[in-house]
C-alpha cells in the first residue's frame, strides 16, 4: 500500500504540474475500469482503526475482483443479466460499487439502480455499511480532477441519488417491495439478493426495468428465486462474452481470496463450532 500511495501521489503532481496531461488521463480511464478502480478508489475497513494498517486503503483489486469488473462489463455489453454467489468478506459489494460509480462517472446518460432488502442497508448517512455511503467514500477519495464537471458533493450526492451534472447519469437506490419502481435502468444491483421476503414481487417489478440484473449474495438455502436462477444460470469464464437468454453466474469463493488459506478457513469453522 505504501507503493500504491506514493505513486498515485507522484501522478496527482505531473497532473497538477501540467494540466494538459488531465484530459489525457481522464479520457485514458474511459476504456479502463479495472486500471480506474485500481489507481484512484479508496476502501474502508473500520476493523483496521487503531492498528498498523489504516481503516482507509486503497481498493487494489485482486485477480478474482478484477474478474468481477469485467464480468459486470460484459453483462452490459451483451444486456444479459447477472448473479455474484460470494463468500463472505470477498469485497464484492465494494467492488459492484467502485463499478457503479466508474458507469455513473464514464456513460453519458446512464441510470444505475441499487436496492437491497432494508432501506438502512440501500443508504443510511455516515455508515459505510449501506451501498450509497460506500460510494460516497469512493466518490470523495477520487482526485477531484477526475470528478464530473460541476460536481458538488451537497447538491448532486443527496439520500439515494447522485448525479452525473455533466452527463445526466445517475445512481438511486430503493428497498424491500419497492425495487424496481424508480423508472427505466441500464443496470441494476440486487444486494443481498438471497434474503428477501417477496423476491417473486420484486422480480416481476426489474423484468420491465433494466435488461441487466445483477443479483449478489451469499447463499441462503434452496428456497429461494435466488437459489434457483442460480441453478438455472450457466458460469461465466472470464474473457468470453456472456451467455444469451440465460442468467451468467459469477462465483467468489472464498479460496479466491490470496489473503485466505486452509488454515484460516479451518480457524474459522473452529471458531463458529465454539461459539455454537
Not at 443481498?192 to 417473486?200: L, M, N, T
Not at 414481487?201 to 434452496?222: F, H, M, P, W, Y
Request: aromatic letters at 10%; charged letters at 30%.
Amino acid at each position: 500500500y505504501v507503493e500504491v500511495f506514493a505513486w498515485r501521489q507522484q501522478q496527482l503532481l505531473k497532473l497538477k504540474a501540467e494540466p494538459s496531461l488531465t484530459a489525457g488521463a481522464i479520457e485514458f480511464y474511459r476504456t479502463r475500469p479495472v486500471a480506474f478502480i485500481n489507481h484512484w478508489v479508496d476502501t474502508y475497513d473500520p476493523r483496521n482503526a487503531g492498528g498498523d494498517v489504516p481503516a482507509r486503503l486503497p481498493l487494489v483489486l485482486f485477480k478474482r475482483q478484477a474478474e468481477l469488473v469485467e464480468f459486470i462489463m460484459a453483462c452490459l455489453k451483451g444486456e444479459q443479466s447477472g448473479l455474484i454467489e460470494k463468500s463472505r468478506d470477498m469485497g464484492a459489494t465494494w467492488v459492484c460499487a467502485a463499478a457503479s460509480v466508474w458507469i455513473w462517472r464514464y456513460t453519458p446518460g446512464s441510470a444505475i439502480g441499487w436496492g437491497s432488502r432494508k432501506e438502512q442497508l440501500v443508504d443510511k448517512i455516515g455508515d459505510p455499511d449501506s451501498i450509497f455511503e460506500k460510494m460516497r467514500l469512493v466518490i470523495r477519495g477520487i482526485p477531484r480532477l477526475f470528478w464530473p464537471k460541476g460536481f458538488s458533493l451537497d447538491d448532486h450526492m443527496t439520500y439515494m441519488k447522485f448525479v452525473n451534472p455533466e452527463t445526466g447519469a445517475t445512481i438511486t437506490g430503493e428497498a424491500g417491495d419497492s425495487i424496481g419502481r424508480g423508472g427505466r435502468k441500464l443496470i441494476y444491483f440486487k444486494d443481498e439478493s438471497a434474503h428477501y421476503e417477496r423476491p417473486e414481487k420484486i422480480e416481476a417489478s426489474l423484468a420491465d426495468t433494466t435488461r441487466v440484473q445483477i443479483d449478489i449474495s451469499s447463499v441462503n438455502g434452496t428456497g429461494n428465486v435466488f437459489y434457483r436462477r442460480r441453478e438455472a444460470g450457466v458460469e461465466w469464464e472470464p474473457g468470453q462474452p456472456v451467455a444469451k437468454g440465460k442468467t451468467n453466474v459469477f462465483v467468489m469463493d472464498w479460496r479466491d481470496h490470496p489473503a485466505k488459506t486452509q488454515e484460516w478457513h479451518d480457524e474459522r469453522r473452529r471458531d463458529r463450532k465454539s461459539v455454537v
